[in-house]
């Protein structure tokens, strides 16, 4: 009688934990979307090199959870600049072989100070920018931003602006897939 009794109870208690865990399984969790979009700098003081335009990657956390990103801070000097630098490189679409090459990549440094930066939920930063094609590419080609979160290891990930051509930034973005 008591084997019946605990054998009914054991499959009651199995039951709720299972029911548990598809509940909690089921239920929306907070999660992390970063949106890396670009545009074109408005700033006329940077119009340094005709035919070339400033072009910034903006990072927007439309996520629920504060992002963390890692940059490399230069403190400056009397000839470098200052401020923070992320992981960035800019591609280019590669027609013949279908693949997106890459153009451009930031560099560390051979000392590099990082430090974490975070992107609290519905905030944006600015994390690459680019005097296009001056620093690579060329007029009319298809280009897009990469961004990796972290400049090292295992919990980096990678986030891509969508594409755009150079020179025209509201061109539609088809020249990256013929």
């Not at 992002?67 to 400056?76: D, H, M, P, S, T």
Request: aromatic fraction near 10%.
């Amino acid at each position: 009688m008591y084997a019946k009794y605990f054998a009914v109870t054991a499959v009651m208690m199995l039951t709720l934990v299972v029911v548990l865990f598809v509940t909690v399984g089921m239920a929306e969790r907070p999660r992390e979307k970063l949106v890396l979009s670009v545009h074109e700098t408005v700033d006329g003081t940077k119009d340094l090199i005709p035919g070339s335009k400033w072009y910034a990657a903006e990072l927007r956390n439309e996520g629920d959870l504060t992002a963390k990103l890692q940059a490399v801070q230069f403190e400056g000097g009397e000839y470098g600049g200052s401020g923070k630098f992320f992981a960035c490189s800019l591609q280019g679409w590669h027609r013949e072989q279908h693949q997106w090459l890459r153009l451009w990549t930031s560099h560390a440094g051979p000392a590099p100070h990082f430090v974490d930066v975070e992107v609290k939920a519905g905030d944006h930063r600015e994390v690459c920018n680019m005097l296009l094609p001056s620093q690579a590419g060329s007029v009319g080609q298809c280009v897009r931003f990469k961004l990796l979160t972290r400049w090292h290891g295992p919990s980096s990930y990678v986030v891509f602006s969508k594409p755009f051509v150079i020179g025209n930034l509201t061109a539609k973005n088809g020249l990256c897939r013929e």
